[in-house]
């Protein structure tokens, strides 16, 4: 585990990271005195889980079996309500881009494991909100909840938002987005060692593989399921995605297989 503190202009925030089911997690809360609390909090409805999902259960199953004992249904993706903004290049991350090899063992999970998408939210989104609101409510502070692609937010943000840090593939340039709530997910589908060429993914409605039309999708929403709904909306539905995020009102951002980004809503540039 380790801690860091983070200060800005009239406030402060504190994060813990840890890692579960092989993703890294990531806990920071606006009142530094809370953190001992937080965390316990979060370990335990962790922990509730993992004693409730086998880890032998294949990764379709266990996904599965995570979304129905956190009551997870397919929300409709609903519009972003907060402000998101470009921070500076220096600006303290609340929540760190995945450095290169995580991503490569992401990508190598997803080729073993086969990847399937689904249209609907991902557990890990939903751990994540839960997690979020659970310490807001008990801690009574502004909380942000990283757990994999996904980062969920609760409670009154710090001064100048929380700080998002994203990376579309291994050795890309980072960009750092500043939210006042809300959340953002973002999926990637670039092979291991192999940015320019796309992880082929499996739709469970036909089952029929479909190379994606985007190397990394990132979307912002009110809450992370409906972020995470809307990431795998758009990769289902290909060249057609900009066009689909922009009638929903959800800012994102998409970059293509050559690496040029589309920024949908007011995602800033």
């Not at 291991?192 to 912002?220: H, I």
Request: net charge positive; proline share 9%; with cysteine.
């Amino acid at each position: 585990m380790t801690i860091s503190l983070h200060t800005g202009i009239r406030t402060a925030t504190v994060s813990s990271a840890w890692t579960a089911w092989d993703a890294p997690f990531r806990l920071v809360v606006t009142d530094p005195w809370a953190m001992h609390h937080a965390r316990l909090h979060v370990t335990d409805l962790v922990g509730a889980l993992v004693a409730s999902v086998g880890r032998r259960l294949p990764p379709a199953r266990r996904d599965a079996r995570l979304a129905e004992l956190l009551g997870g249904t397919c929300p409709a993706p609903r519009p972003f309500p907060y402000g998101i903004a470009s921070a500076a290049a220096d600006a303290d991350v609340h929540r760190p881009a995945p450095v290169p090899w995580q991503q490569e063992f992401t990508a190598a999970a997803r080729a073993r494991d086969g990847w399937t998408v689904a249209p609907g939210p991902s557990a890990a989104a939903l751990l994540a909100q839960r997690c979020a609101e659970l310490v807001a409510e008990s801690c009574s502070c502004g909380v942000l909840v990283a757990f994999g692609d996904h980062v969920a937010t609760s409670g009154l943000a710090p001064v100048g938002g929380w700080r998002v840090q994203l990376r579309d593939a291994p050795g890309a340039p980072t960009t750092i987005v500043a939210i006042d709530g809300g959340a953002i997910s973002s999926v990637g589908c670039g092979r291991p060692g192999q940015p320019d060429r796309l992880q082929p993914f499996v739709v469970p409605a036909t089952g029929r593989a479909v190379v994606p039309a985007w190397r990394s999708v990132a979307v912002a929403a009110a809450d992370a399921p409906a972020a995470s709904a809307a990431c795998t909306g758009a990769l289902l539905r290909g060249a057609a995605a900009p066009a689909w995020l922009a009638e929903l009102g959800l800012p994102a951002r998409l970059v293509d297989v050559h690496g040029v980004s589309h920024r949908v809503g007011h995602w800033p540039a």
